[in-house]
């Protein structure tokens, strides 16, 4: 088939090349030349793994191809799918105005019977009020081609983009018509049959309200983790152990239950938010997701306090953070605890050093005053403490020697319980995490 996606951020460009693998022909199309340009010369401004390679061989394969033209893009296209961002504004919800400019492009540009997709996460209701916005158009040009909505959310993480396209654990997809819910059976039939996922086929408000659903869902675990892990702090009880046998529960599961410095990203904190807003529209009141919030934003809190009990006061102190990027395998900062940590320990008149092994440098453009030091010991040197902050392989791998000799006195607060407290603990380091056994147990 022939497909445009309009908008080749993290989830456009992954949805373009993985549709391509699965033998689609492919238009990618951004308005900002310049992504465009990088794209032309193998250049991907982000980091995700796999992905360089999968764009370089779909477009060695003549499937990939992209241009910044909106008609260039839609001129074959069956269907189109938007991608792009709809950035968080001061109240809560998301600006829209991207996705109904492409709306309104689309319905004044297609030249042929073509269905737009959703991709980007959207209100449940902004099908509708893309639908108001296209048929505007068409009928400003008397309703030679018909357009089509339909919502297809997209579950992919970052660091695992394109493994969770191409082996998603199910495909949504919501429309009304069907000449369009065919449309999208036909884009997702080789990826179906090859991966043998189940597809949801639903309207569109039902598609949307399972994206924020979802999302919704998964921040509430973990923030029901991390409030269960402040009592296990308090009662001297062991929060890993605790999710590992409520996880052997197949009601409940293993995943999503890590408790340490709770969800940041992209997509958790802004989708929360919009979720409660939205409902808000609506006379409901979320309160449940109010309270995910408040408690995913306590746990930075929860680390400056066990800074605190260790070293009094913070100010003159150097601490440094390991780790800057909200979770490991990613190079993006957006929501990420750290930057809340650098900043909080800055204005505590701490001096504050970062390491992160690719996110370094955005960091320390993002936090005035930040001393930022691409390898993890030297970062340690000589500091007063260190916040494990995201767990990446080359922190794990990090042994209770290097704090030992490193620090100028072995207090490490394990933000992201990435290491076992008894190793750490026997070898004597004052070692703290987030709800399991700490120095200050051993010491009473
Ligand atoms: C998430 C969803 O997983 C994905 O389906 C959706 O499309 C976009 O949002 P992503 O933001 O890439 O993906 O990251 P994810 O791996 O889900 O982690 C989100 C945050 O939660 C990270 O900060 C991570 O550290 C934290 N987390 C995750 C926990 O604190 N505990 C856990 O048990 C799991």
Redesign the pocket.
């Known amino acids: 088939m022939h497909v445009a996606v309009v908008g080749v951020g993290h989830v456009g460009l992954v949805t373009a090349a993985c549709l391509a693998a699965d033998g689609h022909h492919v238009v990618g199309m951004d308005d900002d030349a310049s992504k465009i340009e990088g794209l032309h010369e193998g250049r991907i401004w982000f980091h995700e793994p796999d992905l360089p390679e999968l764009v370089a061989e779909q477009e060695a394969a003549g499937r990939l191809s992209f241009t910044d033209d909106l008609a260039v893009a839609l001129k074959e296209a069956e269907v189109v799918f938007v991608c792009v961002g709809t950035p968080p504004l001061p109240g809560g919800g998301p600006n829209l105005r991207y996705v109904e400019a492409v709306g309104r492009k689309v319905g004044e540009l297609a030249e042929r019977d073509v269905v737009l997709v959703e991709k980007s996460t959207v209100p449940a209701n902004t099908g509708a009020r893309l639908r108001g916005v296209i048929e505007r158009e068409l009928d400003r040009r008397g309703h030679d081609v018909t357009v089509h909505v339909a919502s297809n959310p997209?579950?992919?993480?970052?660091?695992?983009a394109v493994a969770?396209t191409l082996r998603p654990d199910r495909v949504v997809y919501g429309t009304e018509h069907e000449d369009a819910r065919d449309v999208l059976r036909r884009v997702y039939a080789p990826l179906l049959e090859r991966t043998g996922a189940p597809a949801v086929e639903t309207d569109v408000p039902t598609a949307e309200l399972i994206k924020h659903a979802?999302?919704a869902m998964?921040a509430t675990?973990?923030s029901f983790?991390n409030q269960v892990a402040r009592v296990c702090d308090a009662v001297g009880a062991d929060v890993a152990v605790v999710a590992e046998g409520m996880g052997l529960d197949e009601r409940i599961g293993p995943?999503?239950?890590?408790?340490?410095?709770?969800?940041?990203?992209?997509?958790?904190p802004k989708?929360v938010d919009a979720f409660i807003h939205l409902a808000r529209q609506v006379g409901e009141d979320f309160l449940l997701l109010e309270e995910v919030r408040r408690i995913n934003e306590g746990q930075r809190e929860v680390v400056l306090r066990k800074l605190r009990d260790e070293l009094w006061h913070l100010e003159a102190k150097v601490v440094t953070l390991l780790g800057a990027a909200?979770?490991p395998g990613?190079d993006d900062l957006r929501e990420a605890p750290a930057l809340y940590l650098a900043r909080a320990l800055l204005a505590e008149g701490a001096t504050v050093r970062v390491y992160d092994p690719v996110a370094l440098e955005a960091f320390a453009a993002e936090v005035e005053g930040v001393v930022a030091i691409d390898d993890p010991l030297e970062a340690m040197r000589d500091a007063d403490a260190v916040v494990i902050t995201t767990e990446w392989d080359e922190v794990r791998s990090l042994s209770p020697g290097d704090f030992l000799e490193t620090l100028s006195y072995p207090i490490v607060i394990d933000a992201?319980n990435a290491f076992d407290p008894d190793t750490m603990l026997d070898a004597g380091v004052r070692y703290h995490s987030m709800g399991r056994r700490s120095a200050s147990d051993r010491a009473s």
Do not use: H, M, P
Not at 154 to 160: N, S, T
Not at 259 to 266: D, E, I, M, P, V
């Open positions: 997209e579950f992919l993480r970052e660091g695992q969770d979802s999302n998964l675990r973990i983790i995943k999503f239950l890590q408790a340490g410095l709770g969800y940041g990203g992209s997509c958790f989708d909200f979770k990613t992201r």
